[in-house]
Nanobody, 125 residues
Framework: QLQLVESGGGLVPPGGSLRLSCAAS????????VGWFRQAPGKEREGVSC????????NYAGSVRGRFTISSDNAKRTLALQMNTLKTEDTALYFC??????????????????WGQGTQVTVSS
């Protein structure tokens, strides 16, 4: 079963930056489209950014476009999410996943992998 493990979360002040990492367990990441998701307390999980398996298509939710960047290192089987100019509303539990295909604004893609534990991002002064 496709499984990924997230890391890199933490506490950061508004305007700060954080880089999340996601490691694939036992399968080649380059064979799949992938995405980052987040879930804030009391809210549904939402897509943040998705990337095609070739890496030539990247989509972002409107709320993070221009501030977040998704990237992958296939040799290391890792996926990253660089988050800049963080806002308090970015506070959430962040997850990575394998998706069937990249969707516009990474909205409601079909998720193929099992959800991991996630990594907590808290933006607060």
């Amino acid at each position: 079963q496709l499984q990924l493990v997230e890391s890199g979360g933490g506490l950061v002040p508004p305007g700060g930056s954080l880089r999340l990492s996601c490691a694939a367990s036992g399968f080649p990441l380059e064979n799949y489209a992938v995405g980052w998701f987040r879930q804030a307390p009391g809210k549904e999980r939402e897509g943040v950014s998705c990337m095609s398996k070739t890496g030539d298509t990247t989509n972002y939710a409107g709320s993070v476009r221009g501030r977040f960047t998704i990237s992958s290192d296939n040799a290391k089987r890792t996926l990253a999410l660089q988050m800049n100019t963080l806002k308090t509303e970015d506070t959430a539990l962040y997850f990575c996943a394998v998706v069937l295909a990249v969707s516009p604004s990474c909205k409601n893609p079909v998720v193929l992998s099992r959800w991991g534990q996630g990594t907590q991002v808290t933006v607060s002064s």
